[in-house]
């Protein structure tokens, strides 16, 4: 359900006439805002904050200034999902966005950047609320933004900011009950999607959306190498993102996925490492969730590298790491433990080794782990 709700992004500004798409926020004030989102996807959130406030104290009764201000707030929590502190501060400056969008369309009920930012805003919302399990909230906020987003694709339907939001639903609405079938009953209420329409939109957004560029490039990554399972379609969007933004965790750990599934080792191991030192360097959003999944990758370079004591160090620490993480075995954890009885059997030590395949057969089934362990109990690993 959480990825139904609509993702809609940023403004594009244009003239304001018959055929007007947007509200003009003129030349000072575009470029305070492009200034600003840059330091948000570059983990800058104060400077980010300071160029936010700029623009609303430019343009107080216009919503760019007052959403892109909320998406740092977002950020924040995207960033660190276990962290609450930046809720409240994030719902108050949603509302903040919907009373002027609704001030707005009390004067002009069809003005299409007071729908096109308040849709934005409950959509945001609704994936808050979705992150924090409430689904009822979810689904109403995603319900009635999806209503905004399609009155803005009649009035705008070649812009290429909304095309994230178009995108992003035709994507989803057709994948998820292909994954999920019991979305199935849910999705009969609902406009029926189209994954190859859904993506072409993503990718127009990701080449010449203004603002919406980089959301689309996440969710792209995010279709192609969870859904689609095609991690190289996924490696050209986590790549221009995590270069075009260096310190930014959700894009140093999406391209570090892709090399740990397309290589060459020595590049996924230095990504990684590279992680694990701004986690130890307290960089903003390096969590201790990116630590413990820079330690079992780093592990599993060096155990392809034929180093076994090294690698067991890191999924040691890694294992150590999940017993503070997890409040039931994670998949970290399931995974960790499968990787030290290999390491155990490569080395001799069966007993040991069949010890740590029947805990994996103790917890829950990731991704073929019980099939795994259960064959090396026959046969050991070599």
Wanted: charge should be neutral.
């Amino acid at each position: 359900m959480k990825h139904v709700l609509i993702l809609i992004a940023f403004l594009t500004t244009g003239s304001f006439g018959a055929n007007a798409q947007w509200v003009l926020i003129k030349a000072d004030g575009d470029t305070i805002l492009q200034r600003g989102i840059n330091h948000i996807y570059n983990v800058e959130f104060e400077a980010a904050h300071n160029d936010f406030r700029k623009v609303i104290s430019m343009y107080p009764t216009h919503p760019a200034g007052y959403f892109l201000d909320a998406m740092v707030e977002w950020w924040r929590i995207y960033l660190d999902r276990r962290n609450k502190s930046a809720d409240e501060q994030f719902l108050k400056k949603i509302d903040k966005v919907l009373l002027v969008c609704d001030q707005m369309l009390d004067s002009t009920p069809h003005n299409i950047t007071a729908l096109f930012f308040k849709g934005g805003a409950l959509g945001f919302r609704g994936r808050y609320h979705a992150m924090r399990e409430n689904m009822f909230s979810a689904a109403d906020d995603g319900r009635v933004a999806l209503d905004i987003l399609q009155e803005c694709q009649k009035i705008a339907p070649g812009n290429h900011d909304i095309m994230l939001g178009t995108g992003l639903y035709n994507y989803y609405a057709a994948a998820l009950p292909e994954k999920y079938p019991a979305l199935k009953t849910v999705m009969v209420f609902l406009p029926r999607g189209d994954k190859v329409i859904g993506l072409a939109q993503l990718k127009a957004a990701a080449r010449q959306a203004k603002y919406a560029a980089n959301e689309a490039k996440v969710v792209l990554i995010q279709a192609y190498f969870d859904f689609e399972k095609n991690p190289l379609e996924a490696m050209e969007f986590a790549r221009d993102l995590h270069r075009t933004y260096p310190m930014n965790p959700a894009f140093q750990r999406a391209y570090g996925r892709c090399l740990v599934s397309l290589g060459p080792l020595d590049s996924m191991e230095l990504c990684w490492r590279d992680l694990l030192v701004r986690y130890m360097d307290k960089k903003t959003g390096y969590d201790k969730l990116a630590a413990r999944e820079a330690l079992y990758y780093i592990g599993v370079a060096r155990m392809m590298s034929h180093d076994p004591e090294m690698a067991l160090k890191y999924f040691y620490k890694c294992d150590e790491a999940c017993r503070v993480l997890d409040e039931d075995p994670s998949g970290f954890m399931v995974k960790t433990n499968l990787k030290i009885g290999q390491i155990y059997d490569q080395q001799g030590k069966r007993d040991l080794a069949m010890k740590q395949y029947r805990k994996v057969l103790d917890w829950d089934d990731v991704g073929g782990s019980h099939a795994e362990a259960e064959r090396y109990m026959q046969s050991a690993f070599r």
